[in-house]
Nanobody
Framework: QVQLVESGGGLVQPGGSLRLSCAAS????????MGWYRQAPGKQRELVAS?????????NYADSVKGRFTISRDNAKNTVDLQMNSLKPEDTAVYYC??????WGQGTQVTVSS
């Protein structure tokens, strides 16, 4: 079992920044892909960004966040962060941490509003 705990959500004005963090614990050895997903009210959950750490690090971003969000992973600390800049109202959602497309955190609310 893998446990994921997100932190860092909150209310921010348009154009502002937030940093989300996800701490992983449990049977984390061998976790390959870590990612952040989000789900807005009335919409399906969607991939925001993912990161694969192996011989080389590979990242993937949704088109809607490219150039604004950055995903990073610290294998020593078992954390994966999402730096979100230039936030827009349409970024408002519950953000979820995911491991290997299987384990989920409880989610953290991000609200972008003036």
């Amino acid at each position: 079992q893998v446990q994921l705990v997100e932190s860092g959500g909150g209310l921010v004005q348009p154009g502002g920044s937030l940093r989300l963090s996800c701490a992983a614990s449990g049977s984390i050895f061998g976790i390959n892909v870590m990612g952040w997903y989000r789900q807005a009210p009335g919409k399906q959950r969607e991939l925001v960004a993912s990161i694969i750490s192996g011989g080389s690090t590979k990242t993937n971003y949704a088109d809607s966040v490219k150039g604004r969000f950055t995903i990073s992973r610290d294998n020593a600390k078992n954390t994966v962060d999402l730096q979100m800049n230039s936030l827009k109202p349409e970024d408002t959602a519950v953000y979820y941490c995911n491991a290997d497309h299987y384990y989920w955190g409880q989610g953290t609310q991000v609200t972008v509003s003036s």
